[in-house]
């Protein structure tokens, strides 16, 4: 069974950067979208970013000019690369990947930002 792996969560200053991973275990085709949510204590789980097949992107408001998701297909891999962090950007972050099939979840990653 296909699973969801992330990783590159942790601890960091506000203002600093992190870039979490999410990699396939297993063969994985007709993915359609990769995306990244996230959810903070006490919070429902918000988007924070996809990518398509074809490499469109789209952003929370919230996110953008921060954040930048990109995909390396061979690898059935997504990044978010988070840069500028800020304490509100605390929270655990998901990844999922959309197929013709049903989507995929990963098991998360911790990330806080201290101020």
């Known amino acids: 069974q296909v699973q969801l792996v992330e990783s590159g969560g942790g601890l960091v200053q506000a203002g600093g950067s992190l870039r979490l991973s999410c990699a396939a275990s297993?063969?994985?085709?007709?993915?359609?979208?990769m995306r990244w949510f996230r959810q903070a204590p006490g919070k429902q789980r918000e988007y924070v970013a996809h990518?398509?097949?074809?490499?469109?992107?789209n952003y929370a408001d919230s996110v953008k000019g921060r954040f930048t998701i990109s995909r390396d297909n061979a690898k059935n891999t997504v990044y978010l690369q988070m840069n500028s962090l800020k304490p509100e950007d605390t929270a655990v972050y998901y990844c999922?990947?959309?197929?013709?099939?049903?989507?995929?979840w990963g098991q998360g990653t911790q990330v806080t930002v201290s101020s």
């Open positions: 999922n990947f959309i197929r013709t099939t049903g989507q995929l």
């Open positions: 297993g063969s994985i085709f007709s993915i359609n979208a």
């Open positions: 990518i398509t097949s074809g490499g469109y992107t």
